[in-house]
Nanobody, 124 residues
Framework: QVQLVESGGGLVQAGGSLRLSCAAS????????MGWFRQAPGKEREFVAA????????YYADSVKGRFTISRDNAKNTVYLQMNSLKPEDTAVYYC?????????????????WGQGTQVTVSS
């Protein structure tokens, strides 16, 4: 069993930055594909970024490409999402996810474990 705990959310003005953290326990993140998803009120959960366990290849949604960066610290068993140039439309609850047999990396159902979510609010 894998437990994921997100932190780092908050309120920030448009153009600002936040760094989300996802601390994992129960299994090494280097052996898991890790993803960040977000869900705004009234909308479906959507893919934001992912990092594969094999080779560390990263993937991003077009809406965040060039602004967000996913990374992992194997020694701390933690995955990060650095968010720069934030926009009001980035406002959502952000979820960390982990999967053992992730293929595409962008699909919610590929992931086996989920954190509780952390709120990010970007004011205009």
């Amino acid at each position: 069993q894998v437990q994921l705990v997100e932190s780092g959310g908050g309120l920030v003005q448009a153009g600002g930055s936040l760094r989300l953290s996802c601390a994992a326990s129960g299994r090494a993140v280097v052996s898991l594909s890790m993803g960040w998803f977000r869900q705004a009120p009234g909308k479906e959960r959507e893919f934001v970024a992912a990092i594969r366990w094999s080779g560390g290849t990263t993937y991003y949604a077009d809406s965040v490409k060039g602004r967000f960066t996913i990374s992992r610290d194997n020694a701390k068993n933690t995955v990060y999402l650095q968010m720069n140039s934030l926009k009001p439309e980035d406002t959502a609850v952000y979820y960390c996810a982990a999967g053992v047999t992730v293929v595409a990396g962008t699909i919610v159902n590929e992931y086996d474990y989920w954190g509780q979510g952390t709120q990010v609010t970007v004011s205009s």
